[in-house]
């Protein structure tokens, strides 16, 4: 995981779940202001994004919080993933 990568994923879904846009435009818009990410980084955000979105009332249910970064420690849990060692996971147990 890479903070970076992340901090796209989050950003995608402010765009979609509180302002209202559609999930492919705002992944598209965000690929591209982003040049120097790589085909991996690229293909972790688009995947993610989408994964999240289709999830997304499971991973709210779940999380401690709405805390985006809750969200997405929840989801990345939920995939059989270990979290990294961050401050932004503290809140979050995998039990």
Same mark, same amino acid.
């Given at each position: 995981?890479? *903070? *970076?990568?992340?901090? +796209? &994923?989050?950003?995608?879904? =402010?765009?979609? $779940?509180?302002? +209202?846009?559609?999930?492919?435009? &705002?992944?598209? !818009?965000? #690929?591209?202001?982003?040049?120097?990410?790589?085909?991996? @980084? !690229?293909? $972790?955000?688009?995947?993610?994004?989408?994964? %999240?979105?289709?999830?997304?009332?499971?991973?709210?249910? #779940?999380?401690?919080?709405? *805390?985006?970064?809750?969200?997405? +420690?929840?989801?990345?849990? %939920? =995939? +059989?993933?270990?979290?990294? @060692?961050?401050?932004?996971?503290? !809140?979050?147990?995998?039990?």
């Amino acid at each position: 995981l890479h *903070n *970076n990568t992340i901090r +796209g &994923v989050h950003t995608a879904l =402010q765009a979609i $779940f509180e302002e +209202g846009q559609y999930a492919d435009k &705002v992944i598209e !818009r965000t #690929l591209k202001s982003n040049p120097k990410w790589g085909a991996k @980084d !690229r293909s $972790f955000i688009a995947e993610t994004t989408y994964e %999240m979105v289709r999830w997304w009332r499971l991973i709210k249910h #779940l999380s401690p919080s709405s *805390n985006y970064w809750d969200l997405f +420690g929840t989801y990345w849990i %939920m =995939q +059989g993933n270990a979290l990294p @060692d961050w401050e932004e996971f503290e !809140r979050l147990h995998p039990e």
